[in-house]
């Protein structure tokens, strides 16, 4: 149409062109602004991608949770090698080495088993939850998973109650210890410690008395959710963590009271000795006579037995320090979400709670390995043999050790008799 015909046809019935192209303008603003919503959003999306730094194909967004995703993975990774390689270590060190066999290192090499089992049956699961983001084992695994959890984690624990028993009649009552800790003892512990945390893991947990009812009944097979009721929380926890602690910390506040007090009166027999030898030995030059060392092999065997002690006990006493800082978190954790309805965590916070506890298992042989000259030694020997390809003795090289050392030793403590001896000797 011509726009002299739009004129006429527009002044003929009263519109000015302008109403006219007015009118046109908005029908199509109206029809059009659909289209423009959604170009607009398309707009802002787009520009949200392009300030998070990755342009419009949602790199940018992606690549810090694969790198989060590659850190965690070989963090845990890392957690469970070194579980069960260091408490590996444990066992064949004290298997080769005659000194470490005694009685409360049977149940530190039961606890470095526990601690295996626990990387071994417990860490993967948990990190196969990690890696898949859902559960793809079952409901059936899924109970045996949370049974062997509760099971070795309680088992690991009152291994550690174990040990502070036998180092509390060793030092505190030492008189009694070798009538106490007796090696049927020992193994009698190391059955209750295995035995009683069947009642608080496989029994309930597949018996279905841990949970409710609608947990039981809502519960879904990509999610493998440990929801316990209130009295199982309590006695569980009691069980696995709070009984065994309160034992641990008054044994070993028993422990160092009396180790303080033993350094206190060696210093001091210490102090005396050396006066008592000076004096002998000024009156002994003065009127020409023998005089004799008031340290006896009997006594310096009981000091030095006593060291031992003192070292084992500090060592182990990190131990249960280290034991308390990675589960104390979870435990408090674990009553808190079970007792409160209302509380709930992050999921992030579930697993490093969970992580924490089970870096314990991995801690305990980087203990030994630090703090007693002893298993770092076995250690040191271990490794040397499995690595070197001329280790070909079965005997142990620190035992070829320790026998020269008894051996010189022995030596060392044979009173060389003087002239002046000899002489009154063949009187």
Not at 9 to 32: T, Y
Not at 86 to 93: F, Q, R
Not at 106 to 120: E, K, N, Q, R
Not at 270 to 299: F, Y
Request: proline share 4%; net charge positive; glycine share 4%.
């Amino acid at each position: 149409m011509r726009l002299g015909v739009i004129s006429d046809i527009c002044f003929d019935n009263g519109f000015r062109i302008g109403d006219f192209i007015g009118i046109e303008v908005w029908d199509i603003i109206v029809n059009l602004s659909p289209l423009m919503d959604q170009v607009n959003v398309s707009r802002n999306e787009s520009d949200n991608a392009t300030a998070s730094g990755g342009g419009g194909d949602g790199v940018g967004d992606e690549w810090p949770q694969v790198v989060m995703f590659k850190l965690r993975t070989a963090v845990l990774l890392l957690i469970v090698i070194a579980a069960v390689l260091g408490n590996l270590l444990v066992i064949v060190s004290v298997m080769r080495q005659r000194k470490l066999r005694v009685i409360t290192n049977y149940f530190v090499v039961s606890l470095a088993f526990a601690d295996i089992l626990v990387a071994m049956v417990v860490m993967p699961f948990n990190f196969s939850v990690q890696f898949y983001n859902e559960w793809i084992f079952g409901p059936v695994i899924c109970d045996l998973w949370n049974s062997s959890d509760v099971y070795f984690t309680s088992t690991s624990i009152l291994h550690l109650c174990c040990i502070s028993v036998d180092r509390y009649y060793a030092i505190v009552k030492p008189l009694k210890y070798p009538i106490k800790m007796t090696k049927k003892m020992a193994f009698v512990m190391l059955a209750a410690t295995w035995l009683s945390p069947i009642t608080i893991s496989y029994a309930p947990i597949f018996m279905g008395w841990y949970t409710t009812k609608e947990h039981i009944l809502t519960r879904e097979l990509n999610e493998c959710d440990f929801k316990v009721n209130k009295p199982y929380a309590v006695i569980s926890s009691s069980i696995s963590f709070w009984i065994p602690c309160t034992i641990m910390i008054f044994t070993y506040l028993a422990i160092f009271k009396e180790a303080n007090r033993q350094e206190k009166a060696l210093h001091a027999r210490a102090g005396n000795a050396m006066l008592m030898h000076r004096h002998s030995r000024e009156v002994g030059d003065k009127n020409g006579a023998l005089h004799i060392n008031a340290n006896t092999p009997t006594k310096d065997r009981n000091i030095l037995k006593m060291k031992r002690e003192h070292k084992a006990a500090r060592t182990l006493g990190i131990i249960m320090g280290a034991f308390i800082l990675c589960w104390l978190p979870f435990f408090l954790f674990y009553v808190s979400t079970s007792l409160c309805d209302t509380c709930e965590y992050p999921e992030v916070v579930t697993v490093i709670m969970f992580w924490t506890g089970y870096f314990n298992s991995a801690l305990n042989p980087i203990i030994y390995a630090y703090f007693n000259r002893d298993f770092r030694n076995a250690f040191k020997n271990t490794l040397a043999c499995a690595f070197c390809s001329f280790c070909k003795r079965s005997a142990s090289d620190l035992d070829a050790m320790e026998r020269l050392e008894r051996r010189g030793s022995a030596q060392l403590r044979v009173p060389i008799p003087s002239r002046r001896t000899s002489d009154l000797a063949s009187l």
